[in-house]
């Protein structure tokens, strides 16, 4: 079966840093691109960034709202994404999703998502 | 940056009706829209791809439609399972961008 797992969030304060993982199973992780996406308390889905694969050299892209602060990196062999959070405030409060897109030449959806970590600032 | 525009945030319905959810794009997005179900402490789920294309092991009740701006998801008989929120995302540009959800409530 193939699922993402996150893990790392809890209750930090402002201006503090958190790392969160997403650990996939059941599938060639290598050849996704790999998303963050978060859902404040109450409310809808906001895009945080991507991290695409070994193919397009790891590249990245970020919400403004982040850039500068939050650093996605991927280890492959783990299966794993990560989210560096820095100088935390009462705005990032909320569950974080990784999410990954479809390997399938040219498209650019989600096909999988995790259950979420909640991240408390 | 695309703002994505669901007109209604709820909608009231009944196991059996026919119910469509509309979706508006700031600019034209083409084909480049996501329809994703979100259910209470539940991982959210994929449901359409490309504007119209429904995903690996999503029944043929849901289907997508709309090109450009303006798109709708309609399921054609609602199911006691498809009571949940649903958003549309579009993909074309960067930043990613979502609607603000459609709640179907009982």
């Known amino acids: 079966e193939m699922q993402l797992v996150e893990s790392g969030g809890g209750l930090v304060q402002s201006g503090e840093s958190l790392r969160l993982s997403c650990e996939g199973s059941?599938?060639?992780?290598?050849?996704?691109?790999m998303d963050w996406v978060r859902q404040a308390p109450g409310k809808g889905l906001e895009w945080v960034g991507r991290?695409?694969?070994?193919?397009?050299?790891?590249?990245?892209e970020y919400a403004a709202s982040v850039r500068g602060r939050f650093t996605i990196s991927r280890d492959d062999s783990k299966m794993s994404i990560y989210l560096q959070m820095r100088r935390l405030t009462t705005a990032d409060t909320a569950v974080y999703f990784c999410?990954?897109?479809?390997?399938?030449?040219?498209?650019?959806?989600?096909?999988?998502w995790g259950l979420g970590t909640l991240v408390t600032v | 940056d695309i703002q994505m525009t669901q007109s209604a945030s709820s909608l009231s319905a009944s196991v059996g009706d026919r119910v469509s959810i509309t979706c508006r794009a700031s600019?034209?997005?083409?084909?480049?829209l996501a329809w994703i179900q979100q259910k209470p402490g539940e991982a959210p789920k994929s449901l359409i791809y490309?504007?119209?294309n429904l995903q690996s092991g999503v029944p043929s009740r849901f289907r997508g439609s709309g090109s450009g701006t303006d798109f709708t998801l309609t399921i054609s008989s609602l199911q006691p399972e498809d009571f949940a929120t649903y958003y549309c995302?579009?993909?074309?540009?960067?930043?990613?961008?979502f609607g603000g959800g459609t709640k179907v409530e009982i």
């Open positions: 999410a990954r897109l479809s390997a399938v030449p040219r498209r650019y959806d989600f096909d999988l």
């Open positions: 059941g599938f060639i992780f290598g050849a996704h691109y």
């Open positions: 991290i695409e694969n070994r193919g397009q050299r790891f590249n990245t």
């Open positions: 600019q034209v997005i083409f084909d480049s």
């Open positions: 490309d504007a119209s």
């Open positions: 995302q579009q993909y074309k540009t960067f930043p990613l961008t």
